[in-house]
């Protein structure tokens, strides 16, 4: 379904970003993989970082800093000529102070890690995608961002800037060939919210693996006439 296709995922190792990777691996992608240190892809992909032959590439780059990103993009596209899907799965979750009492290095480290990075990317691989009249881009929003929750508001303030980041983006580039998406999903099915929450009910929490399917969805062009979508992952019961 992905042959000859280059997809960028950011956040690749972590348990959704490795979810993504396996399953444009498995469907015959050439992946870009990056995440913020070597160590961290390392642990996620073993032998694969150092392995040659296999064709994927695996970057460390600090995705809330422009100028890191312009060059890391700079240097993938001289290597691959484009990049075909860019999966901005990097991002992160924190329950915080009231709205009133929330510190400047609160606010700026989710806005950074969860809007400031597709920012980022995007600005180094669209302008390739607008040249090729083509390309996906799918972005990682939250069931949270509908609506305000106590002790969440700056959390669910990035993710709702994901979405409307998302819709602004899908209208600025459909023109261009470009789809634009984003999904909300529920709570996610990965060791580290089973151990932040063991006695929840984790059988309706939503598998990466399916995460990954919605996203490879919208990567395809089944998805060719969907644009500017919150594609809500909500959970399986």
């Known amino acids: 379904m992905f042959d000859g296709k280059v997809v960028m995922v950011t956040?690749?190792?972590?348990?959704l970003g490795q979810a993504t990777t396996q399953h444009f691996i498995d469907r015959g992608a050439r992946?870009?993989?990056?995440?913020?240190?070597?160590?961290?892809?390392?642990?996620a992909f073993g032998d694969a970082v150092s392995a040659s032959g296999s064709g994927h590439i695996y970057r460390a780059v600090d995705l809330t800093v422009r100028d890191n990103c312009a060059a890391c993009c700079k240097e993938i596209l001289a290597q691959v000529g484009q990049v075909d899907v860019l999966a901005n799965i990097a991002g992160g979750f924190m329950m915080g102070d009231p709205v009133h009492s929330t510190s400047d290095e609160?606010?700026?480290?989710l806005f950074n890690l969860n809007t400031r990075s597709i920012m980022n990317m995007s600005a180094g691989i669209?302008?390739?995608?607008?040249a090729a009249a083509s390309g996906k881009i799918i972005n990682v929003a939250a069931r949270a961002a509908t609506?305000?929750?106590?002790?969440?508001?700056?959390?669910t303030a990035t993710k709702a800037a994901v979405m409307r980041?998302?819709?602004?983006?899908?209208l600025e580039l459909r023109g261009n060939g470009i789809n634009v998406?984003?999904?909300l999903p529920g709570t996610i099915d990965t060791p580290r919210n089973r151990q932040g929450m063991p006695d929840a009910d984790h059988a309706s929490w939503v598998p990466t693996a399916d995460?990954?399917?919605?996203?490879?969805?919208?990567?395809?062009?089944?998805?060719?006439?969907v644009q500017g979508a919150g594609i809500a992952v909500d959970g399986l019961s």
């Open 211 to 225: 995460l990954a399917e919605v996203i490879g969805f919208l990567a395809s062009d089944a998805a060719r006439a």
């Open 106 to 109: 609160t606010w700026d480290f």
């Open 31 to 43: 992946l870009v993989c990056l995440d913020y240190s070597d160590e961290l892809l390392a642990q």
């Open 126 to 130: 669209v302008p390739g995608m607008i």
């Open 147 to 155: 609506a305000g929750a106590a002790h969440m508001g700056v959390y």
């Open 11 to 15: 956040g690749a190792a972590g348990a």
């Open 181 to 183: 998406n984003c999904i």
């Open 165 to 170: 980041l998302t819709e602004s983006m899908a």
